[in-house]
């Protein structure tokens, strides 16, 4: 399973990429205006940072205009992933883009329906948002399940599941446990989930008896 930081926060992703776990990056217009930075200097910065895909998002609405946006992005790094909307021109740039050989992260799904759509356009990834749904009253999770079904039912869809919109350690174990190919996670949550308090108190513990036996390894 990848492991990608969803942020635009360079010291984060500099201090997990350390851990040599993480796989790549996604960052959204709402992660990049909230840093203040240049976008493309911003992604440039990110791209050195990481080996793997770095999904940088266009803004135009239309598909000619967010290809055109796709280039400048592409232009970057060898490693930048074009972000689009799930929608119609979303879907057509998705299809010249893949037709190129370009990775392309399709964004803002809610349905099993668009996650199928996004892989017959040939999409790389597709992003279904599960904290989002939670937070109308839906389950994210259950999208995750569906969406895996489906993809392994048709050997020819070949997108990768990109969870995204994780919120908690709960959301990174269902999406382990169901099989999605890729979590997404703010570095506050991939954080977290290394924490269980029998793991501090059972060192705890041990230190304070190897304290005791007054011996030192080194
Ligand atoms: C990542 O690609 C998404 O843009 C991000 O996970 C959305 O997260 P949010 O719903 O917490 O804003």
Same mark, same amino acid.
């Given at each position: 399973?990848?492991?990608?930081?969803? /942020?635009?926060?360079?010291?984060?992703?500099?201090?997990?990429? $350390?851990?040599?776990?993480? +796989?790549? *990056?996604?960052?959204?217009? /709402?992660?990049? %205006?909230?840093?203040?930075? +240049?976008?493309?200097?911003? *992604?440039?910065?990110?791209? %050195?940072?990481?080996?793997?895909?770095?999904?940088?998002?266009?803004? %135009?609405?239309?598909?000619?205009?967010?290809?055109?946006?796709?280039?400048? !992005?592409?232009?970057? =790094? +060898?490693?930048?992933?074009?972000?689009?909307?799930?929608?119609?021109?979303?879907?057509?740039?998705?299809?010249?883009?893949?037709?190129?050989?370009?990775?392309?992260?399709?964004? &803002?799904?809610?349905? =099993?329906?668009?996650?199928? &759509?996004? =892989?017959?356009?040939?999409?790389?990834?597709?992003?279904?948002?599960?904290?989002?749904?939670?937070?109308?009253?839906?389950?994210?999770?259950?999208?995750?399940?569906?969406?895996? @079904?489906?993809? +392994?039912?048709?050997?020819?869809?070949?997108? @990768?599941?990109?969870? =995204?919109?994780?919120?908690?350690?709960? #959301?990174?174990?269902?999406?382990?446990?169901?099989? %999605?190919?890729? $979590?997404? !996670?703010?570095?506050?949550?991939?954080?977290?989930?290394?924490? #269980?308090?029998?793991?501090?108190?059972?060192?705890?513990?041990? &230190?304070?008896?190897? @304290?005791?036996?007054? @011996? /030192?390894?080194?």
């Amino acid at each position: 399973m990848k492991f990608f930081v969803d /942020s635009a926060d360079t010291d984060a992703i500099a201090d997990l990429a $350390a851990t040599g776990m993480v +796989d790549g *990056v996604t960052t959204n217009p /709402s992660l990049v %205006a909230k840093s203040g930075r +240049d976008f493309k200097e911003l *992604v440039a910065e990110i791209c %050195a940072l990481v080996p793997g895909p770095v999904s940088a998002e266009v803004t %135009a609405l239309d598909a000619d205009t967010m290809l055109k946006e796709a280039d400048e !992005l592409l232009a970057i =790094a +060898d490693n930048v992933c074009i972000k689009v909307p799930l929608t119609w021109d979303g879907l057509k740039a998705t299809r010249q883009l893949a037709d190129r050989g370009k990775m392309v992260n399709v964004t &803002l799904c809610f349905s =099993a329906n668009q996650a199928l &759509l996004a =892989a017959k356009a040939g999409a790389a990834f597709i992003s279904p948002f599960v904290g989002r749904l939670d937070d109308i009253g839906a389950d994210g999770m259950r999208l995750i399940g569906e969406i895996r @079904q489906i993809y +392994d039912n048709y050997s020819e869809l070949e997108s @990768q599941i990109l969870v =995204a919109s994780v919120r908690s350690p709960e #959301h990174m174990r269902a999406s382990a446990l169901i099989g %999605a190919d890729v $979590a997404t !996670l703010p570095p506050e949550v991939l954080k977290s989930l290394i924490a #269980h308090p029998l793991t501090d108190k059972g060192l705890e513990a041990f &230190l304070a008896d190897w @304290q005791k036996s007054g @011996q /030192s390894i080194a």
